[in-house]
């Protein structure tokens, strides 16, 4: 987390109280500390030092980095940060050959000059030519290259928009969005990392007001791409990143997607994850009634979109109250045929939270009922059976939600590359499928339905395929990279339509709707500036899949 406001407080009070800082016109030859010397650590901290170099960008205005960067005519160059608040009335201008006095010091590890005493201004030397980066491939030179000016000549895609609200920062990638670990086979940490950059904003302000690089919609998803960026490339906060000199230039290839037409004469199946809807305020879903209005609104715009005959949802308040007001809140406006109506549920567990199943009884109609009582299940899977009305033959539907991957602990089942809590995982998928074994007729196809909390190649979504399953979207897209969700800038499915060759067959058509996990956290019922329709209405995407019958 960027805790910058406090220490940036300091520093400016410290200014306060300083003596004036005079610019000159001529740099007269003095003694001069190299630029390498101070990156290199050879000199202490807190001595006053000499330095000079070229002006390669200026942050001065509110909430702004509060200074300018140097760098030398070393090849490669090296740069440094001059932390001046006081000077923003007087501040040097980009191109500008200066010398600067101050007090070496690091903020946060990164060198710097502080207390600036003297800024003598000896000519306009001009901009230099940014050093061309280019990744994967200079990654391991990122270290070297710290403090000066760079342009990234290759497109970037955006594959993280999380602290854009926050602290105005986007996260990069070179050759496409970054995919989790356990998502694809070539997605490593090591591969991921050196493909990684992040945009900042020039300032290290928290909730910035506007919030940049937003589009005309007032969002910026990720699959976005930025080209040509130029700017300076600094170390903070964990991360590489990218400080602008010009405006980046966006590119919308990743625009919103038009809700799914349901395919004529097909029956449609979806699976949502709701992101905690809770009548109880301030617990785990909506903090108001205002943002539990707007969370109503989001979902049922979702819903509406979908358009699906039979809909798993996780994620709902566990008790009858919340699922009933929510079958009340999807039903409004929309005719009386095409209303839902929830399937009954009596062992929801012990779980904050449940699953659930809505149907549309003039679509599908329901033959029967049962839960999963295996205490491995802290959330019992919810199944249902129903026959298309009119015609066709019966299947099933289960609704799942299996453990998550946080909460780990201390020893056991700990995370060892697929996140803590897959053994668990694991166990649930092997004895979900023993259980529909034991449960289903022979020959009646059932489809898995809901948020598995594991990538597709990890091990629990494994053993359901070991188990004769298979995922309705593959099968129609296979070479699609799939996803449901962004985690730390890295997209992957968790979301899953699962059943077995025979009722795949079925499959006309299948999709993931990516409404939720591209878009930015604040345009969400709780966020800072949310957004009117379906987007954000969750923090996972909808799958749904077309049924020929």
């Known amino acids: ?316 308040e566990n008790g009858d109250r919340a699922l009933d007001d929510l079958v009340a809140v999807l039903n409004r406006g929309i005719p009386v045929r095409q209303r839902y109506r929830a399937v009954s549920h009596r062992q929801t567990g012990t779980d904050a939270i449940r699953n659930a199943l809505l149907y549309r009884p003039d679509r599908v109609q329901l033959l029967g009922t049962d839960a999963d009582p295996d205490p491995v299940h802290s959330r019992p899977p919810l199944l249902a059976w129903f026959r298309p009305t009119g015609h066709g033959e019966p299947f099933g539907i289960v609704a799942v939600h299996f453990k998550a991957k946080v909460g780990c602990p201390t020893d056991g089942d700990i995370d060892q590359g697929q996140g803590c809590w897959n053994e668990l995982r694991t166990d649930q998928s092997q004895r979900l499928l023993r259980w529909l074994n034991r449960v289903r007729d022979p020959g009646i196809p059932v489809i898995i339905a809901g948020d598995l909390n594991a990538y597709s190649a990890e091990d629990p979504v494994a053993a359901l395929l070991a188990g004769g399953k298979l995922d309705l979207v593959s099968s129609r897209h296979p070479v699609v990279n799939h996803y449901t969700y962004v985690f730390n800038g890295e997209s992957g499915q968790l979301d899953y339509l699962l059943a077995a060759p025979l009722l795949a067959a079925r499959v006309i058509d299948a999709g993931i709707w990516n409404v939720n996990a591209d878009e930015p956290r604040f345009l969400g019922f709780d966020g800072r500036q949310p957004a009117n329709g379906p987007w954000r209405s969750s923090d996972h995407d909808p799958v749904w899949a077309d049924l020929k019958w």
Not at 3 to 10: E, F, P, S
């Open 1 to 316: 987390m960027k805790r910058r406001t406090g220490i940036v407080a300091i520093l400016l009070l410290l200014w306060a109280v300083s003596s004036p800082v005079s610019v000159a016109a001529d740099c007269p030859p003095g003694e001069l500390t190299e630029l390498a010397e101070l990156r290199m650590g050879g000199i202490p901290e807190n001595r006053r030092v000499t330095v000079e170099g070229v002006v390669t960008a200026v942050f001065y205005g509110q909430d702004r980095l509060g200074g300018f960067f140097i760098q030398n005519d070393a090849t490669p160059p090296i740069g440094l940060f001059i932390y001046a608040p006081a000077l923003a009335d007087n501040a040097p201008r980009a191109g500008d050959r200066v010398q600067v006095s101050g007090r070496f010091d690091r903020f946060h590890g990164r060198p710097q000059i502080n207390r600036v005493t003297d800024l003598k201004a000896c000519s306009h030397h001009g901009l230099p030519t940014p050093y061309v980066l280019t990744l994967p491939a200079d990654a391991t030179q990122l270290s070297d290259l710290q403090d000066i000016k760079v342009r990234v000549p290759q497109p970037l895609t955006v594959t993280g928009n999380h602290q854009l609200g926050r602290y105005g920062s986007l996260r990069l990638s070179a050759e496409g969005r970054l995919f989790r670990q356990g998502q694809r086979d070539d997605a490593t940490e090591a591969s991921n990392r050196a493909r990684r950059i992040e945009l900042d904003d020039g300032s290290y302000r928290a909730n910035p007001d506007p919030i940049p690089y937003l589009d005309s919609r007032g969002t910026r998803r990720v699959g976005d791409e930025v080209m040509e960026l130029t700017g300076i490339l600094t170390h903070a906060f964990d991360v590489y990143r990218i400080h602008p000199t010009r405006a980046p230039d966006f590119r919308n290839t990743n625009p919103r997607p038009e809700p799914p037409p349901v395919t004529q004469g097909a029956l449609r199946v979806a699976t949502l994850n709701v992101e905690n809807y809770f009548l109880t305020l301030g617990s785990r879903g909506a903090s108001s009634r205002t943002a539990l209005q707007r969370q109503r609104a989001k979902l049922t715009a979702t819903v509406h979109g979908l358009d699906a005959d039979v809909i798993s949802l996780t994620e709902v």
